[in-house]
């Protein structure tokens, strides 16, 4: 666990996040802050020394955090953490609108997305596919030598999932643990949580996506594949359902022939469906009218200049999230939060600011009167009426009672 010694000599801890999971780290007083902000993210934590950093992982986003950054155990997984964190940084700013999504909602349409370049990489940035929901494309390459196959060699695309002892799908531990050959050329992460509450997950390219690489025997390792940050016992998480169909989106325009398949038995399988629902689909569709996701570019020389806290990137567990002013909004209606409407209606609703109610001035309230303090009926008193019979026994009783 990492550690910070104030000016008394006291130590502190507290609880941080890595994607939205919780971490245990220091408190950072406001020199250490500055000093951390003021270094590039993308040299962080790198040619330092390992020792503070936990033995073993014992679950995804366990990392010591060390001056207010996550430390973790080899520079490679460190190298591709920040990656992701600087391209993160590097493509901030407002979400679009929905109106950029209504032929296109829950990706259920015909896409444009950034092509795969000639060097086998797609172009670094993030992909907007719902106003609060993105998808981040990182490079973080090996620094190694690679052979390209051609694309007549290359048959399958495979998607894959995580199947280890520790149960840690964490993606960063991942990428350190493939030291020998390339085995995948992606990596994708679980759903994360930025500072402004906004959903995404990072695919993390390591390698020419035609590279030759070691994965999928069974396929005869004939073609690219993906490590999804999944345990097969665990549910597949919605937005990597969708970032796994635009990544094979992309993939199958820069080679059509390959085949988009799971790894084998239920691996990658949950994958695999939600891909060939949304092929499927499109298939019967009549017009082919395709939207361009809107993507924001991150440039290389961006990316290696961010500069960022850790709390300005993700969310952070104890604190309330930051909101711009710009994506403030009133209350919906009661009406439209009661009523199940549809996504087009929602989506025109909220391109205006709606009002709950008047606007009106505060009043004190007013002072209570002394009277109420003494108790008072709450309602008129209604006579009693006694039958004649009543009387009669009354009668006699009294009489009774005078003897």
Known sequence: MGVLRNRSGLVATVAVAVLGLPLLGPVLGPVAASAQIAQ????????????????????????????????????????????????????????????????????????????????????????????????????????????????????????????????????????????????????????????????????????????????????????????????????????QARAGIVLARMVKRAVPHLRVVNHRGREGLSMLRGYDRWAEARQRER????????????RGSRVASARAGLADLIFTPGRSRQLAVRDRAFVPPRSLVEEPQSPQTVAAVYDEPQLVGPIRLARPPAAVPETLTEPRPVRPRAPVLVRPAQLVRRSAFASDVGQ
């Open 40 to 239: 590039s993210i993308v040299d962080r934590h790198m040619g330092v020394s390992r020792e503070r950093a936990a033995d073993r992982p014992r679950s995804e986003g366990d990392q010591t955090v060390v001056n207010g950054w996550p430390l973790y155990r080899t520079e490679r997984g460190q190298e591709a953490y920040n990656a992701t964190m600087a391209t993160l940084a590097a493509t901030a700013g407002p979400a679009p609108g929905a109106p950029a999504f209504r032929r296109c909602f829950d990706l259920d349409c015909d896409f444009d997305v950034p092509r795969i370049g000639r060097d086998g990489w797609i172009p670094a940035g993030r992909i907007w596919i719902s106003p609060s929901d993105y998808i981040l494309i990182v490079h973080s390459p090996r620094n190694e030598r690679m052979r390209r196959r051609s694309d007549r060699s290359m048959r399958y695309f495979v998607f894959h999932e995580f199947h280890n002892s520790s149960r840690n799908t964490d993606p960063y531990d991942t990428i350190s643990s493939h030291r020998s050959r390339v085995f995948v050329p992606f990596y994708m992460s679980k759903a994360g949580v930025d500072a402004y509450g906004r959903k995404y997950v990072a695919i993390v390219q390591v390698a020419p996506f035609d590279v030759v690489s070691v994965h999928a025997t069974n396929y005869g390792s004939s073609g690219p594949g993906v490590e999804v940050a999944k345990n097969m016992a665990d549910d597949l998480e919605p937005l």
């Open 287 to 298: 017009s082919r009218q395709s939207v361009a996701l809107p993507f924001v570019d991150a």
